[in-house]
């Protein structure tokens, strides 16, 4: 298959785990998408870096934030390596890292790279800013 429809292939993947299971909840789509033996290079705090531990993260963003969901604003490839942009957005309506339910609606943006190999995604890199979640949430003294 040429790069580029490896790629176009790859980002497919990646927007539907985004659409589909981040934002959608389709967790039978997750274990789908995602490989056996996935490894998660940038773990969030508390999980394991495997399938087991993004699925985990995957439901306690759903359970914390029923609406989850992100708006892709841009993809890149590099192969089978796709680099995401995006703004997740929700409101809390579940606890979420220790902080009770506020009803505060939230936004923040992540980078991510994921390796998609065999139409599954095999690696995750990413980068979140989490405290400016944290600052929507009350849990940090806001910088302005």
């Known amino acids: 298959m ?3 429809n ?3 292939a790859a980002k497919a993947v990646v927007r539907r785990n985004t659409e589909e299971v981040q934002g959608g909840g389709d967790y039978a789509l997750f274990d789908a998408l995602f490989a056996d033996d996935f490894v998660d290079h940038t773990p969030q705090p508390g999980r394991t870096p ?3 531990g993004a699925l985990e993260l995957y439901k306690t963003l759903r359970s914390a934030f029923p609406d989850f969901h992100a708006v892709i604003h841009w993809q890149a490839t590099e192969g089978n390596l796709v680099t995401t942009y995006k703004t997740y957005h929700g409101t809390q309506e579940g606890e979420f890292f220790g902080i009770a339910p506020t ?3 939230i936004q923040f943006e992540t ?3 994921m390796r998609v190999i065999d139409g599954k995604i095999s690696e995750h890199w990413g980068v979140a800013n989490l405290f400016s979640l944290m600052e929507q949430l009350g849990a940090r003294p806001s910088a302005q």
Do not use: F, H, L, N
């Open 6 to 8: 490896v790629s176009e």
């Open 111 to 113: 980078v991510d790279a």
């Open 103 to 105: 009803g505060r609606t």
């Open 2 to 4: 040429p790069e580029s």
């Open 50 to 52: 495997d399938k087991a």
